[in-house]
């Protein structure tokens, strides 16, 4: 997966002074390496047994209907509040700078389903926190958390102890 770094794009200083962003739209655009990723994701998860694949507005939104598709699972987008049309499932959850929320369809997963999340990087993992906790206040069984970037060092594994995580590429 190392590999995968060469098709990933590092932008200094963006959304801010100090940040490195990886951007994985050059990663999208390679044939080979998109391949590689949705391969790579159903590989790790073909043998678990997944209802729903949870993904997490917006990025994880390129990658999520693939696994749900190879996985034969259905798709739920967690989206920002006022995105969805029914009545829907909140969660806020505090971001380094304020706070910010993310909504569900209150009957997009049932009590007992099997929920994968998935999203495009693992940072602080205050998000991916956020929605494990969103299914597990619908009643879901959030059975794993998929990543195709986990920067290490800002330690977002530490949010999510006791859950099982899996990332393909490593900073």
């Known amino acids: 997966m190392n590999d995968l770094k060469k098709l990933i794009r590092e932008v ?3 959304p801010k002074p100090g940040i490195n962003f990886y951007d994985i739209t050059t990663l999208l655009k390679d044939p080979a390496g998109w391949r590689a990723v949705i391969d790579a994701l159903r590989a790790q998860y073909q043998n678990t047994p997944v209802d729903v694949v949870v993904g997490i507005e917006a990025r994880g939104f390129f990658f ?3 696994i749900a598709y190879a996985l034969g699972a259905g798709f739920v987008p967690v989206r920002k509040p006022g995105k969805l049309p029914a009545e ?3 969660v806020e959850y505090a971001l380094e700078y304020g706070t910010d929320s993310l909504e569900v369809h209150k009957d997009a997963i049932q009590p007992g389903q099997r929920v994968l999340i998935l999203d495009d990087v693992l940072a602080t993992g205050g998000t991916a926190a956020a929605v494990a906790q969103l299914v597990d206040n619908l009643g879901g069984s959030v059975i794993g ?7 290490d060092f800002l330690n977002g ?8 995580l899996f990332s393909l590429i490593h900073y």
Request: aromatic share 8%; hydrophobic share 45%.
């Open 88 to 90: 829907t499932a909140r």
């Open 12 to 14: 200094p200083d963006f």
């Open 157 to 164: 594994r530490e949010k999510l102890a006791g859950r099982e």
């Open 64 to 66: 999520a209907p693939a």
């Open 145 to 151: 958390l998929g990543f195709v970037i986990e920067l």
